[in-house]
């Protein structure tokens, strides 16, 4: 069955940095856009970056400049390089697997991100 695992989150003072990894398992990797989003508490989810089958990225405003999103298909696993973090990118934080064309959509469990003041 297809498994998408986060790891990497944690508690990390401002200006500090994380880096997320999510492992896939059960997809053909390389046919899928990657994704990053995040949920912090009384919010809707939002996308925080995108790795496109082709390697081109896509990034929030609020994250552009600071995080780096980036995909090794050999390994089947996305990062999301966290520089600079504030206490707003405190989250949980999940890794989306896409094939539109074939209408597939899978979810990680989540990591929890928390960025203390």
């Known amino acids: 069955q297809v498994q998408l695992v986060e790891s990497g989150g944690g508690l990390v003072q401002a200006g500090g940095s994380l880096r997320l990894s999510c492992a896939a398992s059960g997809i053909i990797f390389r046919l899928y856009a990657m994704n990053w989003y995040r949920q912090a508490p009384g919010k809707q989810r939002e996308l925080v970056a995108t790795?496109?089958?082709?390697?081109?990225?896509n990034y929030a405003d609020s994250v552009l400049g600071r995080f780096t999103i980036s995909r090794d298909n050999a390994k089947n696993t996305v990062y999301l390089q966290m520089n600079n973090l504030k206490p707003e990118d405190t989250a949980v934080y999940y890794c989306?697997?896409?094939?539109?064309?074939?209408?597939?959509?899978?979810w990680g469990q989540g990591t929890q991100v928390t960025v203390s003041s």
């Open positions: 989306n697997a896409v094939w539109s064309a074939f209408g597939a959509d899978y």
């Open positions: 790795a496109r089958q082709n390697g081109a990225t």
